[in-house]
């Protein structure tokens, strides 16, 4: 990428600032960024900065809540049993806790059960429903699902249990006729805002539940036992923080900060979360939720939630080394699928599709969603990963920059034996002629399909020297940040480097010094290796972040992009000239190159060690493999351009 895809936002109004400035007593550049995201009075400004309960809604508002919390207190209230139906995701696991923990306090028997991906799958299901009824359930209460249910909540109404339905997915044009459905953004409802994940919607009925239906004025008129839940399981659906859900999860962070659970407090020592380092919305985004969600993508969600659950230091803490270990192995199993799924996604029959599938066989199913972003971080491209398993291909598709995958994928329907998800997600099941069927249609299609990076939106240029701490703790004001509440991002003209080395194991992350004990970190961008070569004169974007290293902090550029001169003639000279020793190596394969060092590097007329270098990007790029000093061609290579080899990254950048 290049500076001609960051766009610069608009400076705001010079008097706008001066009064935000002066009237909130806050920075000048907080003041700038804050009226750059549309809070250009000191009043719209003023409740951004200061989340307030008086943003939250009557929970009583919700459709059909009345009749949800009257048939819950006669549940509880009459010891029958109630089981909290959820999901094995972050947002169902804590949905789900929250409603227990309610429920609990008014001394209900109630259990919970949540759905095993593999043997249950998602959402109601009419074998696992007959399951709890016949082991006495009385009232099914779901969490972050249920309106896609029809089928099992039907049946279990048809045998005299009540079920009630409490979820924030895309309601689907026949609803299941259960006891209450409470849904923001239910057709006969009117609640002002739609957007609550399963755990906001859960603690909704919590609120309501345990306040008897009285509105909350002061925080301690709110569960907030609960809060903690809450802005974990939205911060995990990433749904938009926003009106109250900006106040949840405002709170909720506060809540985990304060006084963290037993269960949290153990996952951030495991994830390595110093003493003195503040929860933040990113905290939650990279080191609780990957974890959480590693127990239910690869087994029983029953392990998330008994951590989060527990009230015993001594307990979390051995529940937590269980997790971590199932997150340890989760990643080595990303690895692994990812190694196959790229090679196949960089073969040549991949190289012109603007959407990639590309499906295995026996991938492990909980992780093929991860796979698929990685992969589209790595082709910028939308990709499909799908897994063979018992005859059918399951998996999971992401997009890239803003491209409607739903919408292209939707027009294969007829294709799919399950199907659902939205603009930049999904999930898909397809038999394996359909599947064959499928990319045939999207190939013939490919010369319609657009699919462009989205802009990056840069606030501020920022010279390097205003760089500091300060700048940082100031913006934290604006925290929570995430989804229509972005990080601010910053550019950086042309900083000096005062040092710069790679990092990782393919040398595949930069990092770089600045002045002012500034750190640049890029992750997983080989592109970007001139700058450690050729340190100064590249300009940059990024986030801010803080680093706690041995109780010191220090300021970090979070690299999104870099402008890197492109040196487009000098590229195809290049490729030329690896082309050149390509055929070479062809028609020399009986050649031991070891011996022959000398002789061939003055024939191409290149030092030795930039022929050594080019046989090493051959290497990388799979095209030959060396044995006894003799290089031979592999006939069953991809193809591949040679900017993705490292080595040559390095090699060019050197030049
Ligand atoms: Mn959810």
């Not at 951030?268 to 503040?278: I, R, V």
């Not at 799919?416 to 939205?422: I, K, L, N, Q």
């Not at 040092?499 to 990782?504: F, H, K, L």
């Amino acid at each position: 990428m290049s500076q001609s895809n960051w766009h610069m936002l608009p400076k705001p109004n010079d008097k706008v600032v001066k009064q935000l400035v002066s009237q909130l007593n806050i920075s000048q550049l907080s003041a700038m960024i804050v009226a750059q995201k549309g809070y250009d009075s000191p009043e719209a400004a003023f409740q951004y900065l200061k989340p307030s309960m008086s943003t939250l809604h009557d929970p009583m508002a919700l459709h059909d809540m009345a009749a949800t919390i009257e048939r819950l207190q006669e549940a509880a209230f009459g010891g029958e049993k109630i089981v909290v139906y959820g999901d094995y995701d972050m947002d169902g696991v804590t949905s789900t806790a929250i409603m227990v923990e309610a429920l609990e306090v008014l001394g209900a028997d109630v259990t919970a059960y949540i759905p095993n991906r593999f043997s249950d799958g998602y959402g109601p299901n009419v074998a696992a429903y007959q399951k709890l009824i016949a082991d006495g359930a009385q009232l099914i209460v779901t969490v972050d699902n249920g309106v896609s249910g029809n089928e099992a909540v039907e049946y279990a109404m048809a045998q005299g249990i009540d079920v009630i339905i409490t979820d924030h997915h895309e309601l689907p044009a026949t609803l299941p006729k259960a006891f209450a459905i409470v849904h923001p953004r239910h057709p006969e409802g009117n609640y002002p805002f739609g957007d609550l994940s399963g755990a906001g919607v859960a603690f909704k009925v919590a609120q309501a539940l345990l306040s008897d239906g009285q509105t909350a004025t002061d925080i301690s008129e709110l569960p907030t036992e609960l809060l903690d839940l809450v802005a974990l399981g939205e911060l995990a659906d990433m749904v938009s923080l926003t009106d109250e859900n900006r106040v949840l999860v405002a709170l909720g962070l506060q809540q985990i900060n304060q006084a963290p659970r037993p269960g949290l407090s153990a996952i951030l020592k495991n994830a390595g979360q110093k003493d003195n380092e503040p929860v933040i919305s990113e905290t939650v985004g990279f080191k609780i939720a990957p974890r959480i969600n590693a127990v239910g993508r690869l087994g029983d969600a029953d392990l998330s939630l008994k951590l989060l659950m527990s009230q015993d230091p001594e307990e979390a803490a051995t529940l937590a080394s269980e997790v971590e270990a199932l997150n340890a192995q989760r990643q080595e199993i990303v690895e692994e699928v990812l190694g196959a799924a790229k090679q196949a996604a960089l073969s040549e029959k991949y190289q012109q599709d603007k959407v990639v599938i590309v499906a295995g066989d026996s991938w492990h199913q909980g992780i093929l969603g991860i796979v698929a972003s990685r992969l589209v971080d790595i082709l910028h491209k939308p990709v499909i990963v799908l897994s063979l398993v018992d005859g059918i291909y399951k998996g999971s598709g992401r997009t890239f920059g803003d491209f409607d995958l739903y919408q292209l994928m939707n027009d294969y329907r007829h294709l799919y034996a399950t199907f659902g998800g939205h603009k930049s997600a999904l999930g898909l099941a397809i038999t394996p002629d359909n599947l064959k069927k499928l990319i045939e249609q999207i190939r013939s299609q490919n010369d319609q399909i657009i699919v462009k990076p989205e802009p990056i939106d840069v606030n501020l240029v920022l010279p390097p020297e205003a760089m500091t701490t300060e700048i940082y703790h100031d913006l934290q004001m604006m925290e929570p940040f995430g989804t229509d509440n972005p990080q601010p991002v910053f550019a950086l003209k042309s900083p000096s480097v005062v040092s710069a080395v790679t990092m990782g194991n393919a040398k595949q992350h930069i990092k770089l010094k600045l002045q002012n004990n500034v750190e640049v970190l890029g992750f997983n961008h080989p592109d970007w290796l001139p700058v450690v070569a050729q340190p100064n004169g590249h300009a940059m974007v990024g986030t801010l972040g803080l680093n706690y290293f041995r109780g010191k902090k220090t300021l970090q550029l979070l690299l999104l992009d870099v402008d890197l001169p492109v040196q487009k003639d000098d590229n195809e000279e290049h490729k030329r000239f690896f082309a050149t020793l390509y055929k070479f190596i062809y028609h020399n394969q009986t050649l031991n190159f070891a011996e022959n060092l000398d002789k061939i590097a003055k024939q191409f007329n290149i030092s030795k060690k930039d022929l050594n270098i080019m046989v090493q990007v051959f290497i990388e790029l799979d095209f030959v493999t060396v044995h006894d000093g003799f290089v031979k061609i592999n006939p069953n290579a991809a193809q591949k351009s040679l900017t993705t080899s490292t080595t040559y990254q390095k090699y060019l950048a050197g030049r």
